[in-house]
Nanobody
């Protein structure tokens, strides 16, 4: 198991930016893919972005492509999500998650460890 702690959420106006960070501890962080999910009330938890174990492969939800960037630092055991040009529809609780595979996966079932979540609110 890996323990994950997110930070960086908050309230921002539409068009603004936020950077989410996730600090990992426990099992070897650098061996596994990482992802950022989000969930808003009444909706399913969606994978927003994912990154492979060395950072060479990434995945983005279509609605965030060109606006969000996922990155990782295996020396510091952190994964980040830079969010630019934020829209009200980006409002959600964002979760950091660690996969059980080294390669990018889109299956929620492949993510075994989760952070507690951080609220992102984008006002119009």
């Amino acid at each position: 198991q890996v323990q994950l702690v997110e930070s960086g959420g908050g309230l921002v106006q539409a068009g603004g930016s936020l950077r989410l960070s996730c600090a990992a501890s426990g099992r070897a962080f650098s061996n596994y893919a990482m992802g950022w999910f989000r969930q808003s009330p009444g909706k399913e938890r969606d994978l927003v972005a994912a990154i492979s174990w060395r950072g060479g492969t990434t995945y983005y939800l279509d609605s965030v492509k060109g606006r969000f960037t996922i990155s990782r630092d295996n020396e510091k055991n952190t994964v980040s999500l830079q969010m630019n040009s934020l829209k009200p529809e980006d409002t959600a609780v964002y979760y950091c998650a660690a996969a059980i595979t080294p390669t990018v996966t889109r299956r929620t079932a492949d993510f075994a460890s989760w952070g507690q979540g951080t609220q992102v609110t984008v006002s119009s």
